[in-house]
């Protein structure tokens, strides 16, 4: 995936807010890179984004993989975070069972490409109303055809990090800042019960479950996301 995620959210809150949106290593329109696709890696590269850009604090929203960064940063790196919004994502190592389903997928995709597993990424990356919905059609063609031509090398590395990645659950209790936990209600990758479990860590963390979208709800349910994002953010107290 890349930072056409929030092809919704750009022009709803760039009136408001200046917007930063970026490719991770390997995606998008960023380069790919021969090595660096782990979290951690991936973490630090947000740091020096950042620091280079000179944003100062910002509003770190990520889904899935960002939301994995923000986590890190808002627990390590306090200085450049104002509030963190955590999209389908989790403080957890990832489960045995889910390692054994999703490496496979993995190993599938560098073999043969995305051909054989597109059912299966759709599956984990859209929840069942907008896969049935022929309204959505034309955004799942979209994908569909940006998958199929992902460089295999660079897509395993990253799908390999996910999967493989080390728990931060220790670190929740440092972050200070403001955080919303949103997930999906229909969400297959990230359950409702992580979520749960991963606000309950986080101090003063609140919860949101985003009716009807699965693992992409900004781009599945655009206006419910804006609003829930825009009442968070009007919550944040207004820096000194």
């Known amino acids: 995936m890349d930072s056409d995620m929030f092809r919704y959210q750009i022009p709803f809150f760039s009136p408001r807010y200046r917007i930063l949106t970026f490719d991770w290593r390997g995606q998008g329109k960023s380069e790919a890179t021969p090595e660096g696709y782990d979290i951690e890696s991936l973490y630090e590269d947000a740091v020096e984004l950042l620091e280079r850009l000179n944003t100062g604090p910002v509003h770190w929203v990520g889904v899935s993989m960002g939301g994995f960064a923000g986590l890190r940063l808002a627990a390590r790196r306090p200085d450049l975070i104002r509030s963190l919004i955590a999209v389908g994502t989790s403080d957890e190592a990832e489960k045995w069972h889910k390692k054994l389903k999703w490496g496979l997928l993995a190993w599938i995709f560098r073999l043969a490409g995305a051909g054989p597993v597109i059912p299966g990424i759709e599956k984990a990356l859209f929840g069942r109303t907008r896969l049935s ?64 479990r991963m606000t309950a860590r986080i101090p003063g963390a609140r919860m949101e479950v985003i009716p009807k979208a699965g693992h992409s709800s900004p781009l599945e349910q655009p206006e419910y996301f804006n609003d829930m994002l825009m009442r968070f953010l009007q919550t944040v107290p207004r820096q000194s």
């Open 133 to 196: 919905d022929p309204a959505f059609r034309p955004i799942l063609d979209e994908y569909e055809a940006k998958w199929k031509r992902l460089p295999k090398e660079p897509t395993f590395r990253t799908a390999w990090a996910i999967f493989n990645r080390k728990a931060v659950t220790p670190e929740l209790l440092r972050i200070q800042a403001p955080v919303l936990v949103a997930t999906g209600e229909e969400d297959a990758s990230r359950p409702l019960e992580e979520a749960r």
